[in-house]
């Protein structure tokens, strides 16, 4: 795999120090990653877990809670109580299935469609000048690392999104 890139045998024999410092380096950008949607949710009372599932019920609108459970990796209870919040402020909206009354399925209202807009913005722009700054090498490099550190299970959700949108 490392052999079709330039220098990628390198990369078969890390030292744990370069590994420490890939590592720290994660921590850091996952905190500059999150600053700006941080300030914005905790402006309107909401945390990390409500811009994820503002996320992705944005990425698969109409989305089951079961499955919105199965991406996210949470507990049931947790879940709820980030949907109560979500639909009680007016930014989701939970519909009862139509095959299946058990099921509900997720959208966002406008309100949390410009909601979402707003912190994909913020998340867009850093993004943006980051690979700009990497260039496309490294860009490509970088999905290549993240896909390779998700769990299988994670990877097919990732994947199933990529190919719908």
């Not at 370069?18 to 300030?39: C, H, N, S, V």
């Not at 944005?58 to 809670?65: A, F, K, M, N, Y």
């Amino acid at each position: 795999m490392a052999e079709g890139h330039p220098g990628g045998e390198s990369l078969l024999f890390l030292t744990d120090e370069q590994l420490r410092k890939g590592i720290e380096a994660m921590f850091f950008a996952y905190r500059g990653f999150t600053a700006d949607p941080d300030r914005i949710l905790h402006d309107q009372g909401y945390g990390r877990a409500h811009h994820r599932a503002i996320h992705f019920i944005h990425r698969s609108p109409g989305t089951t809670v079961n499955n919105l459970l199965d991406i996210l990796g949470v507990t049931k209870q947790s879940l709820n109580r980030v949907l109560r919040a979500l639909i009680k402020d007016g930014l989701v909206e939970s519909r009862v299935g139509t095959r299946d009354k058990r099921e509900r399925h997720l959208f966002l209202t406008d309100a949390g469609a410009m909601l979402e807009r707003e912190l994909s913005t913020a998340q867009s722009a850093r993004m943006r000048a980051a690979y700009r700054t990497a260039g496309p090498e490294a860009v490509a490099g970088f999905r290549t690392v993240l896909e390779a550190m998700m769990d299988p299970e994670m990877r097919r959700h990732f994947l199933a999104l990529k190919e719908s949108g």
